[in-house]
């Protein structure tokens, strides 16, 4: 189920039209949970939506390392790996993993709560078989498979949290509700792909393809710290805060970054492909999409800052709305770290998976030292989303910079 024949521009429409719809539906999600369950339940949830997708964020950087090293016919060298093999295997390690080291972080993350635990290893585990199909589908370009795949997993998961909510309040239904639509996903990625996944090779052998798939993995987990992981990461650094402070500076984090990141960060495979096929016009491409997703983050913060607190009222009735200064600070930031959604895709299709790494891990670090600072918690969560990805950026702008003249030799030995 190929469509390579299609202008890459059709392609990007149809996965900016799914993540468009993936976006509206968790924007019904946060709109939703709170207002049945209230903003002070709406912290533990929240909790486990963020370990979730602090974790299946991390493993997005298989899907990562699958576009950048697909290929249909064997490469040259001994023993190349298969993608579902591959699949298979860190999906049971993933599925094995999260049980047996939940004694170290149950009580902390889920207040000894094991009931969340299996929900959050099954979302996990079968996030890895997904992230390999998918990876597989975007270096083919099956577009139509790609939407099918997304859409699936985003309007499934708004629709069983729905449902949950009709008959129960309770944190555990709902955290199988967000947790299930994945592995239908893979599913239903397995019947679109047929039989490509399992004829797909990587570029590597079994060994090499782990180490990088490792660094991708660390890049992605930083990655998801300053994103899904973020409420988490807030939490545990601000233990003086009530529920209700925390629940309302997590929910209009949520509510006002998604529309940027999410775009940003389910575009980065496409980029993968996108830079993989620019040769020459790597650098200049590279620039065009910064400025104009750092721009983009600048012109709605400024709208955030204007009108965030009326609308916020509007949709949270009785609820104190967070002044616009924060409300803008949230998105204009979220625009600097979609510019690193665009930097790390061409650092990656260089072949550069250790400078790729950095840039995340300097971010994720970045961010984690300013939540550390004497602030309240308003203003230590907006500069830690602005001095953390700042700092990423940088990393990756320097090397792009200094590798421009080798870029189309480096692109084509890969």
């Known amino acids: 189920m190929s469509d390579q024949s299609q202008p890459r521009s059709s392609g990007f429409v149809l996965v900016l039209v799914a993540t468009g719809l993936v976006g509206v539906a968790g924007y019904v999600i946060t709109w939703l949970v709170p207002r049945v369950i209230g903003v002070g339940a709406y912290a533990g949830f929240a909790v486990f939506w963020a370990a979730l ?5 991390a493993l997005s950087g298989i899907q990562q390392e699958t576009t950048r090293s697909s290929r249909t016919d064997p490469p040259m060298g001994p023993v190349p790996a298969r993608a579902s093999v591959f699949a298979v295997g860190a999906g049971l390690l993933v599925l094995i993993v999260i049980p047996l080291s939940a004694p170290l972080w149950v009580g902390a993350v889920f207040s000894g709560d094991w009931a969340l635990v299996w929900p959050l290893a099954l979302g996990s585990a079968s996030y890895v078989p997904l992230a390999v199909i998918t990876g597989t589908l975007y270096s083919r370009r099956a577009w139509k498979a790609i939407f099918l795949v997304v859409v699936t ?141 750092i721009a983009a983050g600048a012109v709605l913060g400024t709208v955030a800052w204007l009108i965030g607190p009326p609308v916020f009222e509007f949709l949270f009735p009785g609820t104190t709305a967070p002044s616009g200064w924060l409300l803008g600070a949230f998105v204009g930031t979220a625009g600097i770290l979609a510019g690193m959604c665009v930097s790390a895709p061409a650092v990656l299709v260089l072949g550069r998976h250790s400078i790729f790494t950095a840039g995340w891990l300097v971010a994720a670090l970045g961010t984690t030292g300013a939540l550390l600072l004497p602030l309240p918690i308003d203003q230590r969560a907006a500069l830690a989303l602005l001095i953390g990805p700042m700092a990423g950026l940088l990393v990756h702008t320097v090397y792009l910079v200094g590798a421009r003249p080798s870029a189309t030799t480096e692109i084509a030995v890969r």
């Not at 993995?217 to 988490?232: D, H, K, Q, R």
């Open 53 to 57: 997708f602090l974790v299946i964020a």
């Open 153 to 293: 997993e985003g309007l499934l998961r708004l629709v069983l949290i729905g449902a949950v909510l009709l008959v129960t309040s309770a944190i555990v239904p709902l955290a199988w509700a967000a947790a299930v639509p994945t592995p239908i996903a893979a599913a239903v990625g397995l019947v679109a792909v047929r039989r490509g996944a399992a004829s797909t090779f990587l570029d590597a052998g079994y060994r090499r393809l782990s180490w990088n798939a490792t660094r991708t993995i660390v890049a992605a987990a930083s990655m998801g710290l300053l994103v899904s992981g973020f409420p988490t990461l807030l939490t545990a650094t601000s233990p003086e805060a009530s529920s209700q402070q925390l629940g309302l500076v997590i929910l209009a984090a949520t509510l006002v970054r998604a529309p940027l990141i999410v775009v940003a960060m389910a575009a980065q495979s496409f980029l993968i492909v996108l830079f993989r096929g620019a040769g020459d016009r790597l650098f200049r491409l590279f620039v065009m999409l910064e400025v104009a997703v």
